[in-house]
């Protein structure tokens, strides 16, 4: 008896399926490897890995911590002014040489940024933030036996800012990692402690100067760096809090069909690097009956079933990163690689979730934190520098991420780094040449420290006023950057013409309130313009310019001082490069420089 064709081709049909499967099953490699736990979870319980941040409780512990670690960091950084000519005087120095040693302070500990990153994601903000307090301490002691200005600028200024860089960076990571719909509230308060730190810090830095030397400054302070100790011990990190789990038929299934993401979380899919697929002639009869996509995430096939709820996905098909060319599956991880802080991607981001588009797509807060914790590919891990293989995995991916500089292949984010080398030359001058300028002028050391206090308060005022400004729909936080860096710029031109008191209070409260959305609003700007995808990159890249320009332009800017004997031409200098960099960031509203360069 002749068989029936129809059969035959069901049999081979059936027979590749199976045969497909089989091959799928053998070849894919899974999030959590065997070595990970002698108990290898399954991969519906993936997601329970991923700490889902609080966005309250001991969060609000954190911001606090967070908030005396920028009060104490940037506190002691920008009163150097206070000190400025007690250095000169001790060291018999030019002014460019002992501001350099305040310049290595801020630019190296914004330079160390990619370094410490890779610390936090292999050790947490806890260990490293310690570690850094202890550090940062001991340098400050260290600078006491200098005897000359060298010495200084490598205690005070390089060692010192390596252990600025440890507290500062977990600090920013901390409140990321405990808050997401309410991060814009927490952000803003944790980062008013710059502002208010330098309020307090300028007069208790005269004070100081008033009962003991600048030696036994440089002690008081050490002391309270060591109280950074505390501050970072409570930045406990998360640990994931395993759900109360549906039955795997109904979890897994609805009508016979895989548990899959509703259309909106489709598109947040795409976005994502999700590549949608379509099924082909041969099991098309078979899929005839079934209303579904199937999307490639990572390396898995995921199959969408329109009518299934957003709260069903799981969020093993959003931890893999985006398929690339190779094809390349990503290797076994640790299950404790699903809660380090770095993988990420939304760290960075400085304001509430709820205006990243992922959220905006009505995706839930569970699906989109899965969605944006992602791991390095086999193929991304093989393409990075092979001195970066030697190195911890959770240390090499974060160095590899931060170090990339195939981010600049977009325009804007190269001006925005222009933008910035021009920018930080002048930032950093009202703060270390107002006061020195101001008592030149006769003006009282303590009214002179008080500019400082007034430039800190304003920074608050600012940072808080520009955050909610840029959270209101249709206001555009890039012109509002735009706008305040450039009357920043032209308040610091204004400061030569002020010789009265009240005008110096003026000019440098200005200064302060409009200088604040050059650092507060920087994250949420870098994302308009490369993605939430490499805000990391993006992030890691500019702490490099910035840090290198921090180093290099307060004592280009100290020598036309030497030069002239003028404070003036430092801040016509510095006003200057403001409103360049003003001028910069309007060219990030022209289309060219919102793509790719060829």
Request: charged content about 15%.
């Given at each position: 008896m002749k068989p029936n064709s129809e059969d035959m081709n069901g049999s081979v049909e059936d027979i590749g399926v199976e045969l497909t499967e089989k091959i799928y099953a053998a070849t894919t490699t899974p999030i959590l490897g065997p070595q990970a736990n002698s108990t290898e979870p399954n991969e519906d319980d993936w997601e329970d890995y991923i700490p889902e941040p609080p966005d309250g409780g001991w969060g609000w512990v954190v911001m606090v911590a967070s908030f005396v670690n920028n009060f104490v960091l940037d506190g002691i950084a920008y009163c150097f002014g206070v000190f400025l000519l007690e250095y000169v005087k001790f060291f018999n120095s030019s002014i460019a040489s002992a501001s350099l040693a305040n310049s290595l302070l801020c630019g190296v500990y914004l330079l160390?940024?990619?370094?410490?990153?890779?610390?936090?994601?292999?050790?947490?903000?806890?260990?490293?933030?310690?570690?850094?307090?202890?550090?940062?301490?001991?340098?400050?002691?260290?600078?006491?036996?200098?005897?000359?200005?060298?010495?200084?600028?490598?205690?005070?200024?390089?060692?010192?800012?390596?252990?600025?860089?440890?507290m500062y960076l977990p600090a920013v990571v901390?409140?990321?990692?405990?808050?997401?719909?309410?991060?814009?509230?927490?952000?803003?308060?944790?980062?008013?402690?710059?502002?208010?730190?330098?309020?307090?810090?300028?007069?208790?830095?005269?004070?100081?100067?008033?009962?003991?030397?600048?030696?036994?400054?440089?002690?008081?302070?050490?002391?309270?760096?060591?109280?950074?100790?505390?501050?970072?011990?409570?930045?406990?990190?998360?640990?994931?809090?395993?759900?109360?789990?549906?039955?795997?038929?109904?979890?897994?299934?609805?009508?016979?069909?895989?548990?899959?993401?509703?259309?909106?979380d489709q598109k947040a899919l795409l976005e994502n690097g999700a590549a949608p697929t379509q099924p082909n002639a041969e099991n098309s009869r078979r899929n005839r009956t079934m209303s579904s996509t199937s999307y490639i995430a990572g390396s898995r096939l995921v199959v969408v079933d329109s009518g299934t709820p957003a709260d069903?996905?799981?969020?093993?098909?959003?931890?893999?990163?985006?398929?690339?060319?190779?094809?390349?599956?990503?290797?076994?991880?640790?299950?404790?690689?699903?809660?380090?802080?770095?993988?990420?991607?939304?760290?960075?981001y400085s304001g509430s979730v709820l205006n990243v588009s992922h959220v905006k797509s009505k995706m839930s807060l569970k699906s989109y934190v899965a969605s944006i914790a992602t791991l390095p590919s086999a193929h991304e891990q093989s393409s990075r520098l092979s001195c970066l293989n030697s190195l911890p995995k959770?240390?090499?991916?974060?160095?590899?991420?931060?170090?990339?500089?195939?981010?600049?292949?977009?325009?804007?984010?190269?001006v925005l780094c222009a933008a910035n080398v021009v920018g930080m030359i002048g930032y950093y001058v009202p703060f270390i040449f107002s006061s020195s300028r101001a008592v030149s002028l006769g003006v009282s050391e303590g009214n002179a420290a008080l500019l400082l206090s007034l430039m800190g308060i304003c920074n608050t005022v600012g940072r808080v006023l520009s955050g909610v400004l840029s959270t209101i729909p249709g206001v555009s936080a890039l012109l509002i950057n735009n706008i305040c860096v450039t009357l920043c710029g032209i308040s610091v031109l204004l400061i030569?013409?002020?010789?009265?008191?009240?005008?110096?209070?003026?000019?440098?409260?200005?200064?302060?309130?409009?200088?604040?959305?050059?650092?507060?609003?920087?994250?949420?700007?870098?994302?308009?313009?490369v993605g939430l995808e490499k805000l990391t990159n993006g992030f890691g890249l500019l702490c490099l310019?910035?840090?290198?320009?921090?180093?290099?332009?307060?004592?280009?800017?100290?020598?036309?001082?030497?030069?002239?004997?003028?404070?003036?031409?430092?801040?016509?200098?510095?006003?200057?490069?403001?409103?360049?960099?003003?001028?910069?960031?309007?060219?990030?509203?022209?289309?060219?420089?919102?793509?790719?360069?060829?």
């Open positions: 160390v940024g990619p370094i410490v990153g890779a610390l936090v994601n292999k050790f947490g903000c806890r260990p490293v933030g310690i570690a850094g307090s202890i550090i940062g301490a001991c340098a400050f002691l260290l600078s006491t036996a200098s005897k000359s200005v060298v010495v200084f600028q490598l205690t005070y200024g390089v060692i010192g800012g390596f252990g600025f860089g440890m901390g409140v990321g990692y405990y808050f997401e719909k309410k991060r814009g509230i927490a952000t803003g308060i944790a980062v008013c402690g710059t502002g208010i730190g330098v309020f307090c810090m300028a007069p208790f830095g005269k004070f100081l100067l008033h009962n003991v030397d600048w030696k036994g400054a440089h002690i008081a302070l050490a002391g309270l760096l060591l109280q950074g100790c505390i501050s970072s011990a409570l930045m406990r990190p998360l640990t994931p809090k395993r759900r109360r789990r549906q039955p795997k038929g109904n979890a897994e299934k609805t009508n016979g069909h895989a548990a899959v993401p509703s259309s909106d069903n996905i799981h969020a093993s098909a959003f931890l893999h990163t985006p398929a690339n060319a190779s094809g390349a599956v990503s290797p076994h991880v640790s299950v404790q690689n699903l809660s380090r802080p770095l993988y990420r991607k939304d760290i960075f959770p240390m090499a991916d974060i160095l590899a991420e931060m170090l990339d500089l195939t981010v600049l292949r977009n325009r804007g984010m190269m030569p013409f002020c010789n009265s008191f009240a005008l110096m209070v003026v000019a440098n409260s200005a200064f302060g309130l409009f200088a604040s959305t050059l650092i507060s609003l920087a994250p949420i700007i870098m994302c308009e313009l310019v910035r840090g290198v320009t921090a180093i290099a332009g307060p004592p280009i800017v100290g020598m036309l001082y030497d030069i002239t004997g003028d404070y003036s031409a430092t801040f016509y200098a510095g006003g200057a490069c403001l409103i360049a960099c003003g001028a910069l960031h309007f060219l990030l509203h022209l289309k060219y420089f919102k793509g790719k360069t060829d």
